[in-house]
T-cell receptor, first 114, second 116 residues
Framework: NAGVTQTPKFQVLKTGQSMTLQCAQD?????MSWYRQDPGMGLRLIHY???????DQGEVPNGYNVSRSTTEDFPLRLLSAAPSQTSVYFC?????????????FGEGSRLTVL | AQKITQTQPGMFVQEKEAVTLDCTYD???????LFWYKQPSSGEMIFLIY??????QNATEGRYSLNFQKARKSANLVISASQLGDSAMYFC?????????????FGTGTRLTVIP
């Protein structure tokens, strides 16, 4: 069972560079999301999707872009990296947005922006 | 708006003892779910237990139980018979199904250390 797969696990960027964090799930989940985790702040929602072709902003969307062309994939793009985007990023999915089941998380991607 | 509060930044417990991690929440949505996740030092998020707002009984999963007090808006996690492997960060989270289902709101976490 692959579950939710994120790549890369570690990345170092220079300010201004762009990159894409990949996320894929093999559970046929409709809902997918990206969170960032910063010390002392818990996890905060960046963007989410409730199905292919449908995305929306979360709490902290600035500086990030997403797309959902397939049910399986939900990449997160950093358009022009800034040191404030240094964080651990988690992709998560669930069957739907309203089901009572758990959110399944990827293993996380640690991003450092210099 | 939804809010989760975890007031214990760190907790210590003796091995084999029970420990309670506090969580209070705030929402005006009558339909919501409460979750607890464990994050060991390796970084992954591990789902522990779920409680629905309409569930009549407190949720239990093995050594984990959720002390759900709806009137007080609290959802404390109880870990019985603590083990060294329980040392980790623990996050309480809430999903409001009618007004904010697309976001799982997290607290700031409690770091649990189990002492041998």
């Amino acid at each position: 069972n692959a579950g939710v797969t994120q790549t890369p696990k570690f990345q170092v960027l220079k300010t201004g560079q762009s990159m894409t964090l990949q996320c894929a799930q093999d559970m046929n989940h409709e809902y997918m999301s990206w969170y960032r985790q910063d010390p002392g702040m818990g996890l905060r929602l960046i963007h989410y999707s409730v199905g292919a072709g449908i995305t929306d902003q979360g709490e902290v969307p600035n500086g990030y872009n997403v797309s959902r062309s397939t049910t399986e994939d939900f990449p997160l793009r950093l358009l022009s990296a800034a040191p404030s985007q240094t964080s651990v990023y988690f992709c998560a999915s669930s069957l739907t947005a309203t089901n009572t089941g758990e959110l399944f998380f990827g293993e996380g991607s640690r991003l450092t922006v210099l | 708006a939804q809010k989760i509060t975890q007031t214990q930044p760190g907790m210590f417990v003796q091995e084999k003892e029970a420990v309670t991690l506090d969580c209070t929440y705030d929402t005006s949505d009558p339909s919501y779910g409460l979750f607890w996740y464990k994050q060991p030092s390796s970084g992954e998020m591990i789902f522990l237990i779920y409680q629905g707002s309409y569930d009549q009984q407190n949720a239990t999963e093995g050594r984990y139980s959720l002390n759900f007090q709806k009137a007080r808006k609290s959802a404390n996690l109880v870990i019985s018979a603590s083990q060294l492997g329980d040392s980790a960060m623990y996050f309480c989270a809430m999903r409001a199904f009618r007004t904010g289902a697309n976001n799982l709101f997290f607290g700031t976490g409690t770091r649990l250390t189990v002492i041998p």
